[in-house]
Nanobody
Framework: QVQLVESGGGSVQAGGSLRLSCTASGHTDVTNCAAWFRQTPGKGREFVAL??????YYANPVKGRFTISGDNAKNLVSLQMNNLKPEDTATYYC????????????????????WGQGTQVTVSS
């Protein structure tokens, strides 16, 4: 009953910026507990950022470059990505869950129940 849709991906040169959005529908408030993960071919989904009611956590590779935010009125979570690097190239997914934000395993993709379809980000050197 929960649907998440990502948008905003694209191709940029190293040092550029993109802003990703995750819009939620159904019986959920995505700003209660949401995260961004990313995945490259042959790899599992890697944790990127976490958001719940203004609280933010980031994976070390993106600290200082990415910012996660939420808009409760729009049921929307965004990821502002600045100073992009080629290693940021991946398919980016948003995730939502009622309790994952409060779990010790919050950075594990298996902790999250609802997922979007993904949006591609490509960063060229």
């Amino acid at each position: 009953q929960v649907q998440l849709v990502e948008s905003g991906g694209g191709s940029v040169q190293a040092g550029g910026s993109l802003r990703l959005s995750c819009t939620a529908s159904g019986h959920t408030d995505v700003t209660n507990c949401a995260a961004w993960f990313r995945q490259t071919p042959g790899k599992g989904r890697e944790f990127v950022a976490l958001y719940y009611h203004g609280t933010q956590y980031y994976a070390n590779p993106v600290k200082g470059r990415f910012t996660i935010s939420g808009d409760n009125a729009k049921n929307l979570v965004s990821l502002q990505m600045n100073n992009l690097k080629p290693e940021d190239t991946a398919t980016y997914y948003c995730a939502a869950d009622q309790m994952a934000c409060f779990s010790r395993a919050r950075v594990m993709s298996s902790s999250w129940h609802d997922w979007g379809q993904g949006t591609q980000v490509t960063v060229s050197s």
